[in-house]
């Protein structure tokens, strides 16, 4: 079974410039996160999908973070403007339907450089 | 609110040393505790998990006992090896359904 899949795998920018991630889920998999880690941190929840549908973006900085999932299969985060402090790893996440949270299976990230 | 606090690291340890990662949490209620491992260049994978009061989660040789009166689920394992080498992230999961993750510890174990 293929895992999940990010590109690119890493990414520098300037800041004020927009960046575009993209995630596919495991086949299947209803369910996708995207997490945020700053170096040092543990990841962070920014948004989560059910199929199409955000089910939770409450830490997700919405004037310059979007995230969508137009088919319920593949994902994009952008962000636009990039600032100093988005540099991270971002990571996405999918479960199967009726999994539970813990049970997610993560991609390997996207590392993100903001200059 | 909720939240992991995490052994601060990295952790150098030679073969077959004994390991201990500390964890402690603050939550309300009563949340699932896990440890999620990532080796070098690989995606965060589930390590064990535990859902109550004085259960041991275990798996390849690394347990945690979830101890509430302590608020504690310390990761351990008897005689590490070479391939143990990652970093190791404590996370609990809320009711509501939400995971966090604590800062991740570094491990490397040398021969």
């Known amino acids: 079974e293929a895992g999940v899949a990010q590109s690119p795998r890493y990414k520098i920018i300037e800041k004020r410039q927009s960046v575009a991630f993209w995630c596919n889920p495991i086949s299947g998999h209803a369910t996708l996160y995207w997490y945020q880690q700053i170096l040092g941190q543990g990841p962070k929840l920014l948004i989560q999908f059910q199929n199409n549908g955000v089910v939770d973006d409450s830490q997700l900085p919405k004037d310059r973070f979007s995230a969508e999932r137009l088919k319920g299969v593949d994902s994009t985060l952008k962000i636009q403007p990039a600032k100093l402090e988005d540099s991270a790893v971002y990571l996405c996440?999918?479960?199967?339907?009726?999994?539970?949270?813990?049970?997610?299976?993560f991609g390997p990230g996207t590392r993100l450089l903001v200059l | 609110g909720d939240s992991v606090t995490q052994m601060e690291g990295p952790v150098t340890l030679s073969e077959e040393a004994f390991l201990t990662i500390n964890c402690t949490y603050t939550a309300t209620g009563y949340p699932s505790l896990f440890w999620y491992v990532q080796y070098p260049g690989e995606g965060l994978q589930l390590l064990l998990k535990?859902?109550?009061?004085?259960d041991k989660g275990s798996n390849k040789g690394f347990e945690a006992t979830y101890r509430k009166e302590t608020t504690s689920f310390h990761l351990e394992k008897g005689s590490v090896q070479v391939s143990d080498s990652a970093v190791y992230f404590c996370?609990?999961?809320?009711?509501?359904?939400?995971?966090?993750f604590g800062t991740g510890t570094r491990l490397t174990v040398i021969p």
């Open positions: 535990a859902t109550k009061a004085d």
């Open positions: 996440a999918s479960v199967a339907a009726g999994g539970s949270q813990e049970t997610q299976y």
């Open positions: 996370a609990l999961l809320t009711g509501a359904n939400n995971l966090f």
